[in-house]
């Protein structure tokens, strides 16, 4: 049986990757610093991960297989810029550093589409659609370059440590309770990112049923051992978090991109997963259109 650590493991992605995890045979300890990690969980620890000492604790006491790292302040602006890089840099480091030293021999890294640099007060626009792992990152917050700094950390680990390594970036991640009305990380519910198109807009539309990236993090994990050390994954539902094609959606709330626009006919998404059906078989397999309660 595999042993698997996921940290963060009481949050939105947490809490179904251990149910999901669970139910493909994983022997699952979570660690977070709040209440909340499913019961299916074998072994749970409320572990301060900012602390390398504690790090190296929580490796030695449990001797994972495997580590998933999703803990962070996840939520651009919800601390001060100064705590949220400080913070989600810090973790990624010590993750890395505490499983690579201790002998794990699988590592992920959850990182975020932010990296790309949308929402810029400056401005900003893609440099093609869809979105892949190839286009350029510009971090302009202190969540979106923590994020930065956390894959060029797992790359660093991975060019120097016979630890297998990936990153995954999950879409705007949706809970299944969000699906009956409960708040999303923006606040918004989800029947309010569709019915105000200028809310989800910021984002490109991007989302994900925190189920589907369980899954698709369970699928990395067996994969893992045959990919390149330190590939970077986007995962993304099929569809788009609107309603109507983003063809037309987009240059609407994102002046300048009607050309790069044009593709996205029917229900596409701006950000493709075409990596990760490529190398892993995996596809979403949720959509707003079968999920939302209304």
């Known amino acids: 049986m595999t042993r698997t650590l996921v940290t963060g493991s009481a949050g ?34 409320p572990a301060d991960l900012t602390d390398l000492g504690e790090a190296y604790d929580v490796m030695a006491r449990f001797r994972p297989d495997v580590v998933i790292h999703l803990a962070a302040i996840a ?5 001060t810029e100064g705590v949220i890089f400080r913070t989600n840099t810090q973790l990624a480091f010590n993750v890395c550093e505490a499983a690579s030293h201790s002998g794990v021999g699988r590592v992920v890294v959850a990182s975020s589409p932010t990296v790309i640099g949308y929402g810029s007060p400056s401005g900003w626009s893609p440099r093609y659609l869809p979105i892949d792992e190839d286009h350029p990152t ?36 949706v809970a299944p309770e969000e699906w009956a009305g409960a708040p999303t990380q923006s606040g918004h519910t989800i029947l309010e990112r569709l019915d105000r198109p200028e809310v989800a807009g910021v984002s490109l539309f991007n989302y994900i049923d925190a189920r589907d990236a369980a899954d ?5 994990v067996e994969r893992l051992p045959g990919l390149p050390n330190g590939e970077v994954f986007f995962a993304g539902a099929a569809d788009a978090l609107a309603r109507r094609p983003l063809a037309d959606l987009l240059p609407a709330v994102m002046p300048g991109t009607t050309d790069q626009a044009a593709a996205l006919t029917g229900s596409l998404p701006a950000f493709t997963s075409a990596k990760a059906a490529r190398l ?15």
Request: hydrophobic share 45%; charged share 20%; glycine share 6%.
């Open 216 to 220: 698709m993090i369970a699928t990395l």
């Open 12 to 45: 939105r992605l947490g809490r179904s990757l251990v149910t999901s995890l669970t139910q493909a045979g994983h022997e699952v300890i979570g660690v977070d610093v709040t209440a909340g990690t499913p019961d299916e969980a074998a072994a749970t620890l």
């Open 138 to 173: 510009a971090p302009w917050n202190a969540y979106s370059l923590s994020k930065v700094v956390a894959e060029q950390t797992m790359a660093s680990f991975a060019r120097s440590r016979e630890t297998r390594f990936a990153a995954v970036r999950p879409c705007f991640v």
């Open 75 to 79: 939520t651009p602006f919800s601390r």
């Open 280 to 294: 892993l078989g995996w596809t979403a397999k949720r959509s707003w259109r079968t999920e939302l309660e209304i």
